[in-house]
C-alpha cells in the first residue's frame, strides 16, 4: 500500500519534530529535528540520509552527485544490504531493500528526548522473484546524541533462510590522509583490492590507496580518528560478526557516476555487517537484528 505524503504527515508527523517532504516529486523523506539532533531518511531503501547531533559538524557522508531516483540507490548515507552483500550473478548489487519503498510503521519521542522511526517492509512477487523466501524486515531509527540502527530480520516461512547483510555507513571525515580507524588491529581481513587475500592487520588502519576489505570474525567497536579535527566517531555494533572498511581512492571514483571528483578524501566507508564467510542462517520463525549504534567524542 502506497503512503501518500499527506497520508504520512496526517498519520506520522510529530508537530516540530517529524515531518514528510520530498526529495524529489514521489520520494518521501523523514526530517527529524529535536533539541538532540537533527536527521533525514528517505522511505526509499529506508535509507537514512544524514544525522547532525546538536553541537555538532554532520556524521553522514552523502555525495554532493548523488542520484535520487525511484529504483538507484543513493551514494552515500547508510544504504540497506541484504540479503546479500556484493554481487550475485544477475541479481541486483548488494541485494534488493536498498531500492524499495519501505512503509512507515510508526514513530515517536521517547523519555528521553529521541525520536524513534519504525520502518518496515515484507516479501512480496517482486522480492520472491530475486530470492525466494518469505520475510519481514523492520528498521529502527533512534536519532538523538548518539544514532541507533537496528534492522532486524524475521524468517517468517516454513524453511531456514541464510543471508548476509550490512549497514553501509558512509562516515564524513575532513582529509582521508588524515583519517584512521581504530579497533581492529591484530584482525583478519580479506583484501579485495589484493585478489581476495587474507592479509592480518597491523595497528590502526591507515589510508594511502584504495581500500576494500571485509574484516571477518570481529564483533569489537570502530573507532573513526579524524587527524585534522580530532574527532572519533565510534561504532558499536551488535549481531554482527564482521566489519567492513571502503575508500574507492581516486581512480575509482572517476568511474562512480554518482561521486564527483576529488569526494573520496571526505569520506569513509565502516560498514556494520555480517559479511563474507560471516553468513547468518535463521531457523523458520527465527530472527535476528543487526544494529549499529554511532557516537561522537
Not at 508537530?15 to 526529495?23: H, K, P
Not at 552523502?62 to 540497506?80: M, W
Not at 512507515?104 to 515484507?122: F, K
Not at 571477518?216 to 572519533?232: E, H, L, Q
Request: hydrophobic residues 40%; aromatic residues 8%.
Amino acid at each position: 500500500m502506497t503512503q501518500t505524503l499527506s497520508t504520512l504527515n496526517t498519520t506520522f508527523a510529530l508537530g516540530n519534530s517529524l515531518r514528510f517532504t520530498e526529495a524529489v516529486p514521489g520520494l518521501p523523506v523523514a526530517e527529524i529535528s529535536t533539541p538532540l539532533a537533527t536527521a533525514s531518511v528517505a522511505l526509499h531503501g529506508a535509507h537514512v540520509l544524514s544525522w547532525q547531533p546538536a553541537g555538532q559538524a554532520p556524521v553522514i557522508w552523502v555525495s554532493k552527485a548523488a542520484i535520487f531516483e525511484l529504483g538507484k540507490p543513493v551514494r552515500g548515507g547508510v544504504p540497506l544490504c541484504w540479503p546479500w552483500f556484493g554481487p550475485l550473478a544477475d541479481k541486483p548489487m548488494h541485494g534488493f531493500v536498498r531500492t524499495m519503498v519501505w512503509q512507515v510503521r510508526g514513530a515517536e519521542l521517547d523519555a528521553s528526548g529521541q525520536l524513534v522511526l519504525r520502518l518496515g517492509i515484507s516479501d512480496d512477487a517482486s522480492t520472491r522473484a530475486l530470492w525466494d523466501f518469505a520475510f519481514d524486515l523492520e528498521l529502527v531509527i533512534t536519532v538523538g546524541s548518539t544514532l541507533t540502527i537496528a534492522l532486524t530480520t524475521r524468517n517468517t516461512g516454513a524453511t531456514p533462510l541464510s543471508i548476509n547483510q550490512a549497514l553501509h555507513t558512509y562516515f564524513a571525515t575532513s582529509d582521508i590522509n588524515q583519517t584512521t580507524v581504530q579497533g581492529l588491529a591484530g584482525g583478519s581481513y580479506i583484501n579485495k583490492v589484493q585478489n581476495f587475500a587474507v592479509c592480518q592487520q597491523d595497528g590502526d588502519v591507515v589510508f594511502t590507496g584504495e581500500t576494500d576489505r571485509i574484516y571477518t570474525d570481529t564483533k569489537a567497536d570502530s573507532v573513526i580518528v579524524d587527524g585534522v579535527t580530532g574527532r572519533r566517531i565510534r561504532i558499536a555494533k551488535q549481531g554482527s560478526a564482521s566489519t567492513v572498511v571502503w575508500n574507492p581512492w581516486s581512480e575509482k571514483e572517476k568511474n562512480i557516476v554518482d561521486m564527483a571528483a576529488g569526494e573520496h578524501r571526505q569520506m569513509v566507508c565502516v560498514e556494520t555487517c555480517n559479511a563474507g564467510p560471516d553468513s547468518i542462517s535463521i531457523p523458520a520463525g527465527g530472527v535476528h537484528t543487526l544494529a549499529a549504534t554511532i557516537s561522537v567524542a
